[in-house]
């Protein structure tokens, strides 16, 4: 999947929640798993959300509710580019002024 494709899907994911598949069953214990790991590999709440088909309040509420959060897991709150309107329609990640926290 291409950065842009990505992108939108997470863009459409944020704005319609209904849209996502998963998004109100219960979670699976393959799906805990696959989340746990990913979790600890270091992917993101949206990387996470578009694989497992869930939202990524869905994510980060299963994330607490597991435990999986510490000191060493904050890096899961630092986003590196800004997905809003102006940065998305420009192409360019903090047109807007925003200074997003770097991992």
Known sequence: ???????????QMRNNPKSVENNKRYWSKDEIESLT?????GCGFSDIALELERTERTVMERCNKL???????????R???CLCKKCLLVDSP????????VN
């Open 1 to 11: 999947m291409s950065d842009k494709e990505k992108r939108d899907k997470i863009i």
């Open 94 to 101: 903090n047109e807007c002024g925003r200074i997003p926290a």
């Open 37 to 41: 790991t990913m979790f600890n590999r």
């Open 79 to 81: 986003m590196k580019t």
């Open 67 to 77: 435990k999986l959060f510490g000191e060493q897991n904050e890096k899961h709150f």
